[in-house]
């Protein structure tokens, strides 16, 4: 199943990516979306992870993070993969992955590009307004080949 687990920069060093909750084109996403095609439930789901990675940012611990959203499309073994009840705040689509990801499962990165920053950084502070600005920018593609490189650019990142 792919997932996409909402991560900060510091995921991006890590040897591998921890257990957590994530998001998937699972058939209750599919089922909200009934007009979505796969590629298009797989989108909800990415967008969704990098709204994620705004929360994950604004957490006490996060404040030397970078302020670009993260987001790591994983191929993981479905056993590892269990859907989360929707209720209250939990979206549909929503999933916790029950063992960490190894690299060599991962399919992509997407982050932020440096323009976001400004807004991601007013985002993670409870500005709703800037979260509708990041939540509208487009997340760039990159190689998994590119994780070491793009840590340390990440790292310099004031």
Known sequence: MRVYLPATASDLAAARISARTAHAATPTLAAVFPEEDQEGLEVSASLCAADASVLLLAEPGARDQADRRVVIAADV??????????????????????????????????????DAEADVRAARTGDEAAFERAADADLLWYDVSERAALAQELAATP
Do not use: I, K, N
Not at 86 to 102: C, N
């Open 77 to 114: 073994d479905d056993e590892l993969v269990r859907e989360v009840p929707v209720e209250g705040d939990v979206l549909p689509g929503t999933v916790q992955v029950t063992a960490a990801v190894e690299w060599e499962s991962v399919a992509a990165l997407l982050v932020d590009e440096a």
